[in-house]
């Protein structure tokens, strides 16, 4: 344990996550992200020596899923564009079937 209390992997784990948001890996091409996944892991390897070959693998696991967002990162790109085509809207229906009257169906536009 760190005198934080967390293991070094929790201190790893949030170093690299740190270092994907400072580093700005989600702007690059996936071949980029491996590649800065696979040379980064080596560092943290380095870097924390008394983590377990299965901790560093746990991370690298975890690593490589925070650079594979389920929702494509940058502008355009939100919950509500998913499954659109990235540029359009989608419509929002009221979950019932009523709707009041003078009230319209809202186009919610891209963040």
């Not at 980029?32 to 040379?39: A, G, I, L, T, V």
């Not at 925070?66 to 990235?86: K, L, V």
Request: with cysteine; aromatic share 6%.
């Amino acid at each position: 344990m760190t005198t934080r209390g967390k293991s070094h992997f929790e201190v790893a784990r949030d170093e690299l996550m740190s270092h994907v948001m400072r580093c700005r890996v989600l702007d690059a091409g996936m071949e980029q992200r491996e590649e800065w996944m696979q040379e980064t892991i080596g560092y943290m390897g380095e870097r924390y020596p008394d983590l377990s070959d299965i901790e560093l693998r746990k991370l690298e696991i975890v690593g490589r899923q925070f650079i594979q967002p389920a929702i494509p990162f940058g502008s355009g790109h939100n919950a509500m564009t998913r499954g659109a085509g990235g540029d359009t809207a989608e419509t929002v229906v009221p979950a019932s079937d009523e709707v009041q009257a003078g009230e319209e169906e809202q186009e919610l536009q891209p963040v």
